[in-house]
């Protein structure tokens, strides 16, 4: 395959003059820190942590309950009534504090949620992983362009935009609460599980924009965490599968992974999600970040002041349920300082143990009341101090306005970025003195690319796939011949962005190196 590539493309630039566009579906302590280097605005729901409301409804919770107000539990509209049923049974009996939703579609997910509200004695503060759009777990719905390629936006206030319509998509299937925006860094380009969900390894533009993100998000009262502190960016591990582990010194923490965090925080962030990794630096006993009272109480809310809402990252995660038992280390998370507890896996063991850590004297009820005032401040601040079910009627409509397209398509020309562009290429000029032909590599059938170039300019489009025979390679050459300039796109496979294009031996194809060697001086990459 990769003489038969070479070997096309030598003869086609022998005779041509060709525009080659690359594009890639995917990416359109120390001891002497200062407090105030980090404190910045309050979360606004703090205002609410004695209101009349709050103060109202616990006075109708038992110890157990308002632990209880601490937990939250997992949800999905796209599975059986037995599920169903036995989300019902935890909002019941365990009087959990809310519902996380993950895959399904928007319709069933409101008749479930507002069935779950139905079944809750105070109301359940609902939320969903939405860093891209609700897209990211429901199907028919939009989702914007991943955080990698928004991170070639210039103009922020269209992240700001982005985070304000995600948030106004959030509230209309009936949540209230956006597990996003992901502000590590990515600065390890073999990392598994940020990557494409980062804004880049530049820090101050990761700050920028996660603070546009998280200022437009809550400019809709809606909640947003950012994560995952203290930084999973400079890991090859996920930790969905195993723990991490970051043996930088506190200095570079401080000076690189922690640095968008505390600019969050200067603009008054909501909610901060703690990561399961294991950080030597911040912590010698090598147990997960996310139990990690050091880390969570010592730098987290002490030294970097955070008053806001502190989230567990998922509870059933195996970077932190190896060797842990689920219920106790529900227990070991709280007494970290995490206020929310993500995904537990055994809510009935969970508070059990919580009880017997109370008990023991491991954590005061006055300390639970006091997360459980802020989890209830929290539910004022979205609105549950006035609930009322979420109505069914367009909802597929209004979440796939015209309006949020137009923006979708403003983010992604916004990111579209020239790396390269020899001999002023672009833009092409005197389009009448052109015969233009546009190649695909990869897909079989017209993508959206080539009918976007026909938009402008009469072209002939022609496709080849990763997998072409050499007789298939030829008979494109021959008929791309009268051509006098190939617009080519190369397309991934994948859903999502990777490291590698699946080219059947071109493992790298992207390479100006491969190109250069055989005099492809009007190359643009």
Same mark, same amino acid.
């Given at each position: 395959?990769?003489?038969? &590539?070479?070997?096309?493309?030598?003869?086609?630039?022998?005779?041509?003059?060709?525009?080659?566009?690359?594009? =890639?579906?995917? /990416?359109? =302590?120390?001891?002497?820190?200062?407090?105030?280097?980090?404190?910045?605005?309050?979360?606004?729901?703090?205002?609410?942590?004695?209101?009349?409301?709050?103060?109202?409804?616990?006075?109708?919770?038992?110890?157990?309950?308002?632990?209880?107000?601490?937990?939250?539990?997992?949800?999905?509209?796209?599975?059986?009534? @037995?599920?169903?049923?036995?989300?019902?049974?935890?909002?019941?009996?365990?009087?959990?504090?809310?519902?996380?939703?993950?895959?399904?579609?928007?319709?069933?997910?409101?008749?479930?949620?507002?069935?779950?509200?139905?079944?809750?004695?105070?109301?359940?503060?609902?939320?969903?992983?939405?860093?891209?759009?609700?897209?990211?777990?429901?199907?028919?719905?939009?989702?914007?362009?991943?955080?990698?390629?928004?991170?070639?936006?210039?103009?922020?206030?269209?992240?700001?935009?982005?985070?304000?319509?995600?948030?106004?998509?959030?509230?209309?299937?009936?949540?209230?609460?956006?597990?996003?925006?992901?502000?590590?860094?990515?600065?390890?380009?073999?990392?598994?599980?940020?990557?494409?969900?980062? &804004?880049?390894?530049?820090?101050?533009?990761?700050?920028?924009?996660?603070?546009?993100?998280?200022?437009?998000?809550?400019?809709?009262?809606?909640?947003?965490?950012?994560?995952?502190?203290?930084?999973?960016?400079?890991?090859?591990?996920?930790?969905?599968?195993?723990?991490?582990?970051?043996?930088?010194?506190?200095?570079?923490?401080?000076?690189?992974?922690?640095?968008? &965090?505390?600019?969050?925080?200067?603009?008054?962030?909501?909610?901060?999600?703690?990561?399961? #990794?294991?950080?030597?630096?911040?912590?010698?006993?090598?147990?997960?970040?996310? #139990?990690?009272?050091?880390?969570?109480?010592?730098?987290? @809310?002490?030294?970097?002041?955070?008053?806001?809402?502190?989230?567990?990252?998922?509870?059933?995660?195996?970077?932190?349920?190896?060797?842990?038992?689920?219920?106790?280390?529900?227990?070991?998370?709280?007494?970290?300082?995490?206020?929310?507890?993500?995904?537990?896996?055994?809510?009935?063991?969970?508070?059990?143990?919580?009880?017997?850590?109370?008990?023991?004297?491991?954590?005061?009820?006055?300390?639970?009341?006091?997360?459980?005032? @802020?989890?209830?401040?929290?539910?004022?601040?979205?609105?549950?101090?006035?609930?009322?079910?979420?109505?069914?009627?367009?909802?597929?409509?209004?979440?796939?306005?015209?309006?949020?397209?137009?923006?979708?398509?403003?983010?992604?020309?916004?990111?579209?970025?020239?790396?390269?562009?020899?001999?002023?290429?672009?833009?092409?000029?005197?389009?009448?003195?052109?015969?233009?032909?546009?190649?695909?590599?990869?897909?079989?059938?017209?993508?959206? &690319?080539?009918?976007?170039?026909? #938009?402008?300019?009469?072209?002939?489009?022609?496709?080849?796939?990763?997998?072409?025979?050499?007789?298939?390679?030829?008979?494109?050459?021959?008929?791309?011949?009268?051509?006098?300039?190939?617009?080519?796109?190369?397309?991934?496979?994948?859903?999502?962005?990777?490291?590698?294009?699946?080219?059947?031996?071109?493992?790298?194809?992207?390479?100006?190196?491969?190109?250069?060697?055989?005099?492809?001086?009007? /190359?643009?990459?």
């Amino acid at each position: 395959m990769l003489i038969n &590539f070479l070997r096309f493309f030598k003869t086609i630039f022998s005779n041509s003059r060709i525009l080659m566009l690359m594009i =890639f579906a995917g /990416c359109l =302590f120390s001891n002497n820190l200062s407090a105030q280097e980090a404190e910045g605005v309050a979360p606004e729901f703090l205002k609410y942590e004695n209101s009349k409301w709050v103060d109202s409804i616990m006075s109708t919770l038992s110890p157990d309950e308002r632990v209880a107000q601490l937990i939250m539990i997992a949800a999905y509209s796209n599975r059986d009534e @037995k599920h169903k049923e036995e989300t019902l049974k935890l909002i019941k009996e365990q009087k959990v504090g809310g519902v996380l939703f993950f895959q399904g579609d928007p319709v069933r997910q409101v008749k479930l949620m507002n069935e779950y509200q139905a079944a809750s004695k105070v109301p359940l503060l609902g939320a969903i992983d939405a860093e891209w759009g609700v897209g990211m777990r429901l199907d028919s719905t939009v989702s914007f362009p991943f955080q990698m390629a928004l991170g070639a936006v210039k103009d922020d206030s269209l992240i700001y935009n982005m985070g304000a319509q995600i948030a106004r998509d959030v509230k209309r299937v009936g949540l209230h609460m956006n597990f996003a925006l992901m502000v590590d860094v990515n600065n390890n380009a073999g990392n598994p599980v940020i990557n494409y969900r980062s &804004f880049g390894e530049d820090k101050y533009n990761v700050a920028k924009k996660g603070v546009a993100y998280v200022k437009g998000s809550q400019g809709e009262n809606v909640l947003t965490t950012a994560k995952h502190f203290p930084g999973h960016g400079d890991t090859d591990v996920d930790s969905h599968y195993s723990l991490p582990q970051i043996n930088h010194s506190f200095g570079r923490l401080d000076s690189l992974e922690l640095y968008p &965090f505390k600019e969050l925080l200067k603009a008054g962030a909501s909610g901060v999600m703690v990561a399961h #990794l294991n950080i030597p630096s911040l912590d010698s006993t090598g147990v997960p970040s996310t #139990l990690s009272y050091p880390t969570i109480t010592d730098l987290l @809310k002490k030294k970097l002041k955070f008053k806001g809402l502190v989230v567990t990252d998922a509870m059933n995660m195996k970077g932190v349920t190896e060797g842990n038992t689920p219920g106790i280390v529900d227990k070991d998370a709280l007494l970290a300082g995490n206020d929310l507890l993500e995904f537990t896996e055994d809510v009935p063991k969970a508070i059990e143990e919580i009880r017997k850590a109370i008990n023991a004297g491991l954590i005061s009820q006055a300390e639970i009341d006091r997360r459980a005032r @802020k989890i209830l401040a929290v539910k004022q601040w979205v609105g549950l101090d006035n609930y009322k079910p979420t109505p069914l009627y367009n909802i597929i409509e209004e979440l796939n306005s015209p309006e949020v397209a137009l923006m979708n398509r403003k983010l992604t020309e916004a990111s579209l970025t020239v790396l390269k562009n020899e001999g002023d290429i672009l833009p092409v000029k005197e389009l009448n003195k052109h015969s233009i032909a546009s190649l695909s590599f990869g897909k079989e059938e017209e993508t959206t &690319f080539q009918r976007s170039v026909g #938009l402008y300019a009469g072209t002939a489009n022609f496709n080849l796939p990763f997998e072409a025979s050499e007789e298939e390679v030829d008979s494109i050459r021959a008929l791309l011949q009268p051509y006098n300039m190939v617009i080519a796109g190369v397309h991934d496979s994948s859903k999502y962005p990777r490291n590698n294009l699946n080219l059947a031996g071109l493992s790298f194809i992207s390479s100006e190196r491969t190109f250069s060697k055989r005099k492809y001086n009007n /190359c643009l990459f």
